[in-house]
């Protein structure tokens, strides 16, 4: 299997991001930049390099600057050591580096289309309330499961 570079496996994911956020597909970005989907895909995950004119037209179509494709980008990555293929568990890298993509909640589908959903209610007392609702059940959440691992501890 071809290996990727950090780079570009760190450009792709913020591509994909992106467009996830906007509710854009491959497809129509792919229209929008005279690409077909699959060369979107390969972009995406990093097995193909965007040159720097394509990065341009990306980052137009996208609305953000070039610059965006390269925030958040791990210190690991500039080491320039390309990585092989996919994790156990879909990620990219060993475990426990920025690459671990599946980890990464930031990037799930289902986060950007909850945060994209969230930002389409205009009331933004009824917005408030929600966001208050989602941090409560959540931490409830988490207490519950804390609770239950102290539990069983203490059975130990």
Same mark, same amino acid.
């Given at each position: 299997m071809a290996k990727s570079h950090p780079v570009d496996v760190h450009v792709g994911a913020r591509m994909r991001q992106r467009r996830t956020l906007l509710g854009m597909?491959?497809?129509k970005l792919g229209t929008a930049v005279g690409l077909t989907f699959q060369q979107i895909?390969? /972009?995406e995950r990093g097995s193909n390099r965007i040159g720097s004119s394509r990065l341009f037209e990306f980052a137009k179509v996208l609305d953000v600057p070039v610059s965006y494709f390269f925030d958040e980008m791990p210190s690991n990555a500039l080491s320039g050591r390309p990585m092989s293929g996919r994790g156990k568990k879909g990620g990219f890298g060993e475990a426990?580096?920025?690459f671990e993509q599946e980890k990464d909640p930031l990037i799930k589908r289902e986060t950007l289309e909850l945060v994209?959903?969230? /930002?389409?209610?205009r009331?933004?007392?009824v917005r408030k309330r929600i966001f208050e609702m989602v941090k409560a059940?959540?931490?409830?959440?988490?207490?519950e499961t804390v609770g239950s691992r102290k539990g069983a501890k203490a059975r130990d």
């Open positions: 597909s491959q497809e895909q390969k /972009y426990g580096t920025p994209r959903a969230y /930002y389409k209610i009331e933004s007392k059940v959540g931490a409830a959440s988490h207490a």
